[in-house]
């Protein structure tokens, strides 16, 4: 019944501009908390950036200051602004959703109950 849609990775370079995206169907967003996470082959899933609609953000040290999140449309589209990307960048990114509960825990993935498909991002020097 939740539908979570990304796109927007590829292959770039650093220091470029790059936006992600994602669509979020089957239910309204407009309370809920949305983020991303990343993940690189044999290691957790990590938090990026958490958007707690229409007006809170919360990133990750790593991000914080280079990337940044938004929500269009009611909340029902989430984006992650990347700029000065660095290689360390690269990894599947995923959209995620909190839907039916309310959490304060934005970083942490067991509170996340919808997740997208996730896209790649690689970042070449």
């Known amino acids: 019944q939740v539908q979570l849609i990304e796109s927007g990775g590829g292959l770039v370079q650093a220091g470029g501009f790059l936006r992600l995206s994602c669509a979020a169907s089957g239910r309204t967003f407009s309370t809920s908390v949305m983020g991303w996470f990343r993940q690189v082959p044999g290691k957790e899933r990590d938090f990026v950036a958490a958007?707690?609609?229409?007006?809170?953000?919360f990133y990750s040290d790593s991000v914080k200051g280079r990337f940044t999140i938004s929500r269009t449309n009611g909340g029902t589209m989430v984006f992650l602004q990347m700029n000065s990307r660095q290689p360390a960048d690269t990894a599947v990114y995923y959209c995620?959703?909190?839907?039916?509960?309310?959490?304060?825990?934005?970083?942490?993935?067991?509170?996340?109950?919808?997740w997208g498909q996730g896209t790649q991002v690689t970042v070449s020097s």
């Open positions: 958007s707690r609609w229409p007006s809170s953000t």
């Open positions: 995620a959703a909190v839907w039916g509960r309310s959490t304060s825990r934005y970083d942490v993935r067991g509170e996340y109950n919808y």
